[in-house]
């Protein structure tokens, strides 16, 4: 099942993105962006029974813009990401969706305005207690998820040449093939990943790995795609064609 992503509208309400996307005759929906609303759950009480939504990441959107990373060591971070993913569980469940998605965590705390960008230097945390604490968090929401009858995903991260030259390392987990198999053994049953290909392509071709072998390595845990497409050196959304790399390993076995 193909869902189109509101990550384009990000400057609509979602009712306003919504409502274009209804009018154009597309009926499967990831919400991932937009601008805060208040009545979240009436604004999608009246497009149920004309959509089916998926849930991803900041959604849905803060009144006050932050850095979702559950690898954070500061401890207020934190607690901003777990009610807002906590919200987004509950939420998933209110409305039976069955997925809910969202980045690994970062060694670094960044500020929104940065994600996507050139990010400036940044204290860099220790790797070995970030990836505990990261595991700890996924834990614990594949916990509550569970209850609600929800599975969660985690999306790959991306890390481009810039970003890996200013930090002199790579501070983006599960962006690497090596890492994310050992992040894998230890994720929960209801835990599994979303994988952006055009993150992998650009994070490939910095870290010198190679695609098909994420893809074959980690299929197993390979639940959902985001798929666009991008020259190798930054996450640029362009639009895909039967002549993008990725569409040959496309399998339909995934989930959507």
């Known amino acids: 099942m193909i869902f189109i992503s509101t990550g384009s509208y990000k400057n609509l309400s979602?009712?306003?993105?919504?409502?274009?996307?209804?009018e154009n005759d597309i009926k499967n929906v990831e919400l991932s962006s937009g601008q805060h609303d208040p009545e979240i759950e009436n604004t999608l009480r009246k497009y149920?029974?004309?959509l089916n939504f998926m849930f991803h990441n900041y959604f849905p959107p803060p009144k006050i813009s932050f850095t979702l990373n559950l690898a954070t060591l500061d401890d207020e971070i934190f607690k901003i990401c777990k009610n807002h993913i906590l919200k987004s569980i509950q939420l998933s469940s209110l409305f039976k969706i069955p997925y809910?998605?969202?980045?690994?965590?970062?060694?670094?705390?960044?500020?929104?305005?940065?994600?996507?960008?050139?990010?400036?230097?940044?204290?860099?945390?220790?790797?070995?207690?970030?990836?505990?604490?990261?595991?700890?968090?996924?834990?614990?929401f594949s916990i509550e998820a569970k209850k609600e009858g929800i599975n969660l995903l985690v999306e790959n991260n991306v890390i481009n040449k810039v970003n890996f030259n200013t930090f002199k390392q790579n501070p983006f987990m599960m962006s690497s093939l090596q890492e994310s198999l050992s992040?894998?053994?230890?994720?929960?049953?209801?835990?599994?990943?979303?994988?952006?290909?055009?993150?992998?392509?650009?994070?490939?071709?910095?870290?010198?790995?190679?695609?098909?072998?994420?893809?074959?390595?980690?299929?197993?845990?390979?639940?959902?795609?985001h798929v666009s497409d991008n020259d190798g050196l930054f996450d640029t959304n362009e639009l895909i064609s039967e002549k993008s790399w990725f569409v040959k390993y496309l399998k339909k076995d995934k989930k959507y």
């Open 100 to 140: 809910y998605s969202f980045h690994a965590g970062i060694l670094i705390d960044p500020d929104p305005k940065e994600l996507g960008k050139k990010i400036s230097v940044k204290k860099i945390n220790d790797k070995k207690k970030a990836t505990e604490v990261f595991l700890e968090r996924l834990h614990m």
């Open 14 to 22: 979602i009712e306003e993105s919504l409502n274009f996307l209804y």
């Open 183 to 225: 992040l894998v053994k230890e994720f929960p049953s209801n835990i599994n990943i979303l994988l952006d290909l055009a993150h992998l392509k650009v994070s490939a071709n910095t870290l010198s790995f190679s695609t098909t072998d994420y893809l074959d390595k980690l299929d197993h845990k390979i639940w959902a795609y």
């Open 48 to 50: 149920k029974s004309k």
